[in-house]
């Protein structure tokens, strides 16, 4: 019986270079041991395998026909070593393979998604799977490298890169302004068209305080509620209601126009706690090199301050 146990890499190495040389004092000066040391670790290759692999005399060391077999294998097995040793060096070098991002669903389609032709451009060794969804993800048991994540950073089994925080608007069209009037403080919210996002841990609570004061919470009576926030977002475009909407959803639209910020001076927030847009990925120590890599690229696309902030 093989005893597969007793069998090293560094074994094999010297049987192949005692096969190929036929010398043990030629295979000693190279590895840099004694011709002895050699002798002993084909005595101990032998009795793993049970089987002679030289006969030896004193003017030659001559492969046996185990010899001969085995040496196929211990060839193969030597060229995956380095067929694997080649492709380790070339992904430390330049990013390859696959990688798997996992975002929400709208910020992956609006900030995820549009980077990823000049990356993928930078890096075209590298393979995307991109899944966007709302549910949590566990970066140590759900198929994710990276996991583009918003929201409070608490739990330290997992490394983060943090981009920015998130922050909230009250907008509305000008369209629905001209007809019902900004409301000109919290309390007025309750008596307008409020469209409101409902998550799977419920609707969202719309938060208000002056800078630097405590959250209000200001209950709403909603005209409308989706757990798609696309919906919410064009249903207020073509001049439906309110939203509570991320600096990252709307900051274009009131750039251009097409929204307008309601009760600027105030603060608005979900949650009481900061929020932040962050790449999380698991616990390692050394982070892939395709981790690191996509990470870097998107805190460079994102700038700083992020780009829909500014």
């Known amino acids: 019986m093989i005893n597969v146990g007793n069998i090293n890499i560094r074994a094999l190495m010297i049987f192949i270079a005692v096969y190929e040389t036929q010398n043990f004092s030629v295979v000693a000066r190279r590895e840099g041991i004694s011709a002895s040391q050699v002798s002993r670790v084909i005595h101990q290759l032998e009795d793993a395998l049970g089987q002679q692999l030289f006969y030896r005399n004193t003017r030659a060391i001559i492969p046996t026909e185990s010899g001969h077999l085995f040496v196929q294998y211990a060839r193969a097995m030597a060229g995956?070593?380095?067929?694997?040793?080649?492709?380790?060096?070339?992904?430390?070098?330049?990013?390859?393979?696959?990688?798997?991002?996992?975002?929400?669903?709208?910020?992956?389609?609006?900030?995820?998604?549009p980077g990823l032709p000049t990356l993928s451009a930078r890096y075209p060794r590298l393979t995307i799977e991109l899944t966007l969804t709302d549910d949590f993800i566990d970066p140590h048991r759900d198929a994710a490298d990276v996991i583009f994540r918003i929201?409070?950073?608490?739990?330290?089994?997992?490394?983060?890169?943090?981009?920015?925080?998130?922050?909230?608007?009250?907008?509305?069209?000008?369209?629905?302004?001209?007809?019902?009037?900004?409301?000109?403080?919290?309390?007025?919210l309750n008596h307008h068209r409020c469209l409101l996002y409902r998550g799977s841990s419920g609707p969202n609570r719309w938060l208000i305080r002056q800078p630097g004061e405590a959250w209000v919470h200001y209950p709403i009576s909603p005209l409308m509620t989706s757990n798609n926030a696309e919906t919410l977002l064009i249903a207020a475009l073509g001049g439906m209601g309110i939203v509570l909407f991320p600096d990252w959803m709307v900051s274009e639209r009131l750039r251009s126009g097409e929204l307008v910020a309601l009760m600027p001076g105030l603060e608005c927030s979900i949650t009481t706690e900061p929020l932040t847009i962050a790449a999380i990925y698991p616990n390692a120590r050394h982070p892939p090199l395709n981790v690191r890599a996509v990470i870097d690229y998107y805190i460079e696309r994102f700038g700083t301050p992020l780009y829909w902030q500014t």
């Not at 925080?165 to 403080?185: E, I, M, N, T």
């Open 151 to 188: 929201g409070a950073l608490t739990d330290s089994s997992f490394h983060a890169r943090v981009f920015g925080q998130q922050f909230y608007h009250l907008a509305a069209s000008p369209d629905y302004v001209r007809k019902h009037g900004a409301p000109q403080g919290p309390e007025d």
């Open 80 to 113: 995956n070593l380095e067929d694997a040793r080649r492709e380790l060096d070339e992904r430390a070098s330049e990013p390859s393979g696959t990688l798997r991002i996992n975002g929400p669903v709208f910020f992956g389609q609006r900030h995820i998604a």
